[in-house]
């Protein structure tokens, strides 16, 4: 199946300052990519929707400025958390959907702010 | 608006029994389904999906899952369980004529093999 790579796996940063966090579709090109947030033994949430080549769409309650999304390539979608606070610790996950059938998962992000 | 409802958070069965993990949706038009496999501090895992065609589909790691229209369900059926099995089970939904949007997970179930 089609390959979509997430970086880093694990991050641990301090408070107030900014993480990224990179999503790659390897072997095919992926117009629109998804970021979810993952709270503990809960489901996905969707955070936005990332667009290449134009701005992120967000779901309601989604802070775009705390939370950038940029797309700038068919293959490259990146996430900063700009200065984050301990409550911004989870799992983040990015998917690309193929032939807008079933959606490919990266490995996922687990951030930590100390 | 797509919805999927898992009813059940945990699952718990015996290693070498058959195991059932519960789905149903909700679409307006004809949905795509799917069911992924979370390992711990991993991202999803595809399992396997229906699109169209034999309502019995057969995914990865010998599961299978049967797409019953009547019943708008979708449940993840494997014949004898293996304590590797033990992960937590998203199912997922997409209506077909939504083109690519994300998407619609349900809450997850938690399956647990006991040796």
């Known amino acids: 199946g089609a390959v979509v790579s997430q970086h880093p796996s694990r991050v641990i940063c301090k408070s107030g300052t900014s993480v990224k966090i990179e999503c790659r579709s390897l072997?095919?090109?992926?117009?629109?990519m998804f970021w979810y947030r993952q709270f503990p033994k809960q489901s996905l949430m969707l955070m936005a929707t990332s667009n290449e080549g134009s701005k992120a769409t967000y779901e309601q309650g989604v802070e775009k400025d705390k939370f950038l999304i940029n797309h700038a390539s068919l293959t490259l979608s990146t996430l900063t958390v700009t200065s984050a606070h301990p409550e911004d610790s989870s799992f983040y996950i990015c998917s690309a959907s193929y032939r807008n059938t079933e959606a490919f998962f990266g490995q996922g992000t687990r951030l930590t702010v100390v | 608006a797509q919805s999927v409802a898992q009813p059940e958070d945990q699952v718990n069965v015996a290693e070498g029994n058959p195991l059932t993990v519960k789905c149903t949706y909700s679409v307006s038009g004809n949905p795509y389904l799917f069911w992924y496999v979370q390992y711990p501090n991993r991202g999803l895992q595809f399992l396997l999906k229906y699109i169209t065609g034999d309502n019995l589909v057969k995914g990865s790691y010998g599961f299978e899952a049967e797409f019953n229209k009547s019943q708008t369900s979708f449940h993840l059926k494997k014949p004898s369980a293996l304590v590797s099995d033990s992960a937590l089970y998203f199912c997922a939904v997409r209506d077909m004529n939504s083109g690519n949007t994300p998407l619609v997970f349900g809450k997850g179930t938690r399956l647990s093999v006991i040796a």
């Open positions: 072997d095919f090109q992926a117009t629109t």
